[in-house]
């Protein structure tokens, strides 16, 4: 099969990989309607974090064309999203509701195990791991694919900074980061009631996604100066809740410098921290929480509200090819001419 293969910083290509097969009794082998680039795959690109020689991406939604003779809730024709990471249910972690971490699973598309930017996968603990969408694919809408897509993991990062910061009604939250997450941060908060919405974004494009998503406030600025046109917008008090969906020092520094005394900070961008001290936090009462989103917890609930279109997270993906142009779809992250690339099947 073909699939994109990762050979180094700045090199992603089509290859060829070997087809899957059902290795273990709960195994489904799943044909790829539809991947994602992710913006962690954009750190591995640009040589910030390291990643194997190997197939990468952890994104896609897809049918099933092979079960285990284990897997029960699932068949073979089912169309199903597939979130970043597999788990096996039954663990603590597990039944706590934290599938990203299962003492058995793990992440597509890590080198070991094929990924969603690639023809088909081998979807291990498929009745723990996949979640079944209603009717197939040509059911639905390239938007709705989309979205579907989009719960795979960006929807869900972003749900899950909301939550770990304890987002409730007419709470007003600040979302630091643009990118696909962060948008989805915005949603999310909406979702979840708050009354206003600040989003730190000096991209117009993105600030209009992050206005249709529910953002009453946009603020451009970076850094100390960012910190004080939120204060000034919330009176000198600060948020009661700001979602970290970047992952670098300046951005946990903002999330800090904006929440008030006893609020929370949601925090889901992935940590490259080299500088900050949790005693920013500490000094005002501040909370911190967050970590990888358990997607697998959240999926059914959201899938409900986009079949009924109460959210639209697909419109974070503005850049659409094939497989065979994958690169184009890195370059297209990497310049931020796109906010998330999106794979089709042939």
């Not at 994109?4 to 309607?33: K, L």
């Not at 939120?230 to 020092?249: N, Y």
Request: charged share 20%; aromatic share 6%.
């Amino acid at each position: 099969m073909k699939a994109a293969i990762f050979q180094g910083p700045g090199n992603i290509e089509v290859g060829h990989r070997p087809d899957p097969t059902i290795e273990i009794p709960t195994d489904a082998i799943v044909r790829v309607v539809r991947g994602c680039v992710c913006g962690s795959d954009l750190w591995y690109y640009r040589g910030i974090n390291q990643h194997k020689v190997g197939s990468i991406g952890h994104e896609y939604i897809g049918v099933i064309e092979a079960i285990g003779d284990a897997v029960t809730e699932l068949t073979v024709g089912d169309f199903v999203i597939a979130p970043f990471t597999y788990n096996d249910g039954t663990c603590p972690a597990c039944q706590h509701g934290y599938q990203s971490n299962c003492e058995h699973g793990g992440a597509f598309g890590n080198g070991d195990i094929d990924g969603g930017q690639g023809e088909k996968v081998r979807a291990p603990f498929a009745d723990a791991s996949l979640v079944k969408i209603p009717g197939a694919p040509e059911d639905y809408t390239n938007e709705q694919l989309a979205s579907f897509t989009a719960l795979s993991d960006v929807m869900c990062t972003g749900y899950h900074a909301a939550v770990s910061a304890g987002v409730k009604k007419g709470d007003t939250v600040a979302v630091v980061g643009d990118g696909a997450v962060g948008l989805c941060a915005v949603l999310a908060a909406k979702k979840l009631g708050a009354g206003r919405i600040i989003a730190l974004s000096r991209n117009p494009a993105r600030q209009v996604v992050a206005r249709e998503f529910g953002a009453t406030d946009i603020v451009e600025e970076r850094g100390d100066n960012a910190v004080d046109h939120v204060m000034s917008l919330t009176d000198g008090a600060g948020v009661d809740a700001a979602l970290e969906c970047v992952g670098t020092d300046q951005s946990i520094a903002t999330c800090a410098g904006i929440v008030r005394s006893g609020g929370m900070v949601g925090a889901v961008g992935v940590p490259l921290y080299e500088e900050f001290e949790y005693k920013t936090l500490f000094w005002k009462n501040i909370g911190i929480k967050g970590g990888v989103a358990p997607a697998r917890q959240y999926i059914p609930d959201l899938l409900a509200d986009v079949l009924a279109g109460r959210i639209n997270p697909g419109r974070v993906i503005n850049y659409t090819t094939d497989l065979d142009h994958v690169a184009d779809a890195y370059t297209a992250m990497d310049e931020r001419r796109a906010i998330k690339s999106i794979l089709t099947a042939p």
